[in-house]
């Protein structure tokens, strides 16, 4: 059974930074996409990151230029960076493995301050 484990969570002012992190156990992580979620207030949860096993990536347009997702599969975890934060970044953010029944993590959350 893979368990996702996120961190890096955190308070910060807008135009700040913040590092999540995704340990995933198991062996299955290098074989499959793996993405981030957002739960911000008031909205759905949206996909804001995917990053393939091949290492393609794609993002949201809100977040584009401003957040990077990547992976290690070496140590079995996902990472996003988030530049140029804004309030409305505000949310709990999800790391999912993405198959048949995608596996979520716990989230972590991030709130950016005006």
């Known amino acids: 059974q893979v368990q996702l484990v996120e961190s890096g969570g955190g308070l910060v002012q807008a135009g700040g930074s913040l590092r999540l992190s995704c340990a995933a156990s198991g062996s299955i992580f290098s074989s499959n996409t793996m993405a981030w979620y957002r739960q911000t207030p008031g909205k759905q949860r949206e996909v804001v990151a995917v990053?393939?096993?091949?290492?393609?990536?794609n993002y949201i347009d809100s977040v584009k230029g401003r957040f990077t997702i990547s992976r290690d599969n070496a140590k079995n975890t996902l990472y996003l960076q988030m530049n140029s934060l804004k309030p409305e970044d505000t949310g709990v953010y999800y790391c999912?493995?993405?198959?048949?029944?995608?596996?979520w993590g716990q989230g972590t959350q991030v709130t950016v301050s005006s």
């Open positions: 999912v493995l993405l198959r048949g029944a995608p596996i």
């Open positions: 990053i393939e096993m091949t290492g393609t990536t």
